[in-house]
């Protein structure tokens, strides 16, 4: 009797094993692609276990998207960051919106005063969706749960020359820069509003020239700029000057020389990789962080096909293995972006070469590509050959580590306005 048990015990466990072997293969639709659950924050996490692969030690990971506004977008990506945080140790979320606005979030994420409606009305627009709300919510939730072991919230983008405008003159002021000093002068050239009127190129280049000699004017003072006001204020001051700096290349780029419009690109993303690593540094050092943006921003190399330059790119050569690239794509995406566009996005651009076309004929609604793995995948993107991404050429594993994908997103649900019609 006890020996037929230990023969039926001992075929129950071979049998589980198989089973548990045949589902964790049927997770697979090819070698290196992985089926996902689904994109809802709540549901079980195994399926996203190969990212522990994928990222392995690096502390800053990229959370792509390649078009804002779409609501199975920022639904998967609130998943993907709790799996972050409950799984691999990440406590910050860096957030593409202006930073000194989203410190709105950042205070409701700290202390969860207010509502999260209130605190997302800190960021741009086209990211005060539900998902969002949610997510920062849940944010909250945590550190009432782990007061001992926050995670943290903030913004990184450049474009608050209203906000960074007043703050530097107030700073001038403080540390003797008087109106008619030559530099001042020129700082009140400069585009101090965001999304203003064209940008005069006398103006521009009267401004720059002045903020290039504040910028000396800080380097040269320092030891006595910090004994004057403190560390903390003159590095606020300073992180300040660069995104205002930058601020005016991408305004003058964008409405006086379009031509040149890659030049506004590359000032804003090479100063968003300095305040998001910068802020990061003087708030919360060595935390490991994600960074939640479009594909453009996270991409290393950039898009040469479009003289990009983007933050991916300097982050990478900032930190090498310690950054990693996840991009989000689809293929039947929709979005309530008013101005812009109310429902589906254009497929008119998708070519069997696509890597939207070449995941959407796998079948499956969720997909996770793993561009890192070794084995049979390589026969599904070939190595070193160039696909289509959106309206782009490039091969894959030269600009990202890995990719998810969505067959069907829905546009997203907005927060503090009406859905668009």
């Given at each position: 009797?006890?020996?037929?048990?230990?023969?039926?015990?001992?075929?129950?466990?071979?049998?589980?094993?198989l089973?548990?072997?045949?589902?964790?293969?049927?997770?697979?639709?090819?070698?290196?692609?992985?089926?996902?659950?689904?994109?809802?924050?709540?549901?079980?996490?195994?399926?996203?276990k190969?990212l522990?692969?994928?990222?392995?030690k690096?502390?800053?990971?990229?959370?792509?998207?390649?078009?804002?506004?779409?609501?199975?977008?920022?639904?998967?990506?609130?998943?993907?960051?709790?799996?972050?945080?409950?799984?691999?140790?990440?406590?910050?979320?860096?957030?593409?919106?202006?930073?000194?606005?989203a410190?709105?979030?950042?205070?409701?994420?700290?202390?969860?005063?207010?509502?999260?409606?209130?605190?997302?009305?800190?960021?741009?627009?086209?990211?005060?969706?539900?998902?969002v709300?949610?997510?920062?919510?849940?944010?909250?939730?945590?550190?009432?749960?782990?007061?001992?072991?926050?995670?943290?919230?903030?913004?990184?983008?450049?474009?608050?020359?209203?906000?960074?405008?007043p703050?530097?003159?107030?700073?001038?002021?403080?540390?003797?820069?008087q109106?008619?000093?030559?530099r001042?002068?020129?700082?009140n050239?400069?585009?101090?509003?965001i999304?203003?009127?064209?940008?005069?190129?006398?103006?521009?280049?009267?401004?720059?020239?002045r903020?290039?000699?504040?910028?000396?004017?800080?380097?040269?003072?320092?030891?006595?700029?910090?004994?004057?006001?403190?560390?903390?204020?003159?590095?606020?001051?300073?992180?300040?000057?660069?995104?205002?700096r930058?601020?005016?290349?991408?305004?003058?780029?964008l409405?006086t020389?379009?031509?040149?419009?890659?030049?506004?690109?590359?000032?804003?993303?090479?100063?968003?990789?300095w305040?998001?690593?910068r802020?990061?540094?003087?708030?919360?050092?060595?935390?490991?962080?994600?960074?939640?943006?479009?594909?453009?921003?996270?991409?290393?190399?950039?898009?040469?096909?479009?003289?990009?330059?983007?933050?991916?790119?300097?982050?990478?050569?900032?930190?090498?293995?310690?950054?990693?690239?996840?991009?989000?794509?689809?293929?039947?995406?929709?979005?309530?972006?008013?101005?812009?566009?109310?429902?589906?996005?254009?497929?008119?651009?998708?070519?069997?070469?696509?890597?939207?076309?070449?995941?959407?004929?796998?079948?499956?609604?969720?997909?996770?590509?793993?561009?890192?793995?070794?084995?049979?995948?390589?026969?599904?993107?070939?190595?070193?050959?160039?696909?289509?991404?959106?309206?782009?050429?490039?091969?894959?594993?030269?600009?990202?580590?890995?990719?998810?994908?969505?067959?069907?997103?829905?546009?997203?649900?907005?927060?503090?306005?009406?859905?668009?019609?």
């Amino acid at each position: 009797m006890k020996k037929s048990s230990s023969v039926l015990v001992a075929t129950t466990t071979i049998l589980l094993l198989l089973t548990a072997s045949a589902i964790a293969i049927a997770k697979e639709v090819r070698p290196g692609i992985a089926i996902l659950h689904g994109i809802e924050a709540d549901l079980p996490n195994d399926d996203l276990k190969p990212l522990k692969r994928v990222i392995r030690k690096a502390s800053v990971v990229g959370l792509g998207e390649s078009i804002h506004n779409s609501g199975g977008y920022y639904r998967l990506k609130y998943r993907i960051f709790r799996y972050l945080v409950e799984e691999m140790g990440f406590r910050a979320l860096a957030f593409e919106s202006p930073w000194d606005p989203a410190d709105r979030v950042a205070e409701y994420v700290r202390t969860c005063e207010g509502t999260p409606e209130e605190a997302l009305e800190g960021l741009f627009r086209n990211s005060q969706s539900e998902s969002v709300r949610d997510l920062v919510q849940w944010m909250c939730e945590w550190n009432r749960q782990y007061p001992d072991d926050p995670v943290y919230f903030y913004g990184f983008d450049l474009q608050q020359p209203e906000y960074d405008g007043p703050a530097l003159r107030a700073y001038f002021e403080r540390v003797g820069l008087q109106d008619d000093d030559p530099r001042m002068q020129g700082f009140n050239r400069c585009s101090h509003a965001i999304f203003g009127n064209h940008y005069p190129e006398l103006s521009y280049r009267e401004c720059i020239k002045r903020l290039d000699q504040l910028s000396r004017f800080f380097d040269r003072r320092e030891a006595r700029l910090v004994r004057d006001t403190s560390r903390e204020e003159f590095e606020m001051a300073r992180l300040r000057l660069v995104g205002f700096r930058a601020w005016q290349d991408t305004w003058f780029y964008l409405v006086t020389r379009p031509e040149e419009v890659y030049r506004a690109y590359d000032a804003r993303d090479r100063a968003m990789a300095w305040i998001l690593l910068r802020l990061r540094d003087m708030r919360f050092p060595g935390v490991k962080t994600a960074v939640w943006a479009h594909n453009y921003h996270i991409v290393k190399g950039g898009f040469e096909i479009r003289h990009l330059a983007s933050m991916g790119t300097f982050l990478d050569e900032i930190l090498g293995d310690d950054y990693v690239i996840l991009g989000l794509i689809g293929y039947d995406v929709h979005v309530d972006w008013p101005g812009y566009r109310c429902g589906r996005m254009p497929t008119r651009y998708l070519t069997d070469e696509s890597l939207e076309q070449l995941l959407h004929d796998l079948g499956q609604p969720w997909l996770f590509v793993d561009l890192d793995f070794r084995g049979s995948s390589k026969q599904f993107l070939e190595p070193g050959r160039e696909y289509q991404l959106g309206e782009a050429y490039f091969v894959p594993r030269d600009h990202f580590d890995g990719f998810f994908f969505l067959d069907y997103s829905p546009r997203m649900v907005p927060v503090n306005r009406a859905p668009c019609r």
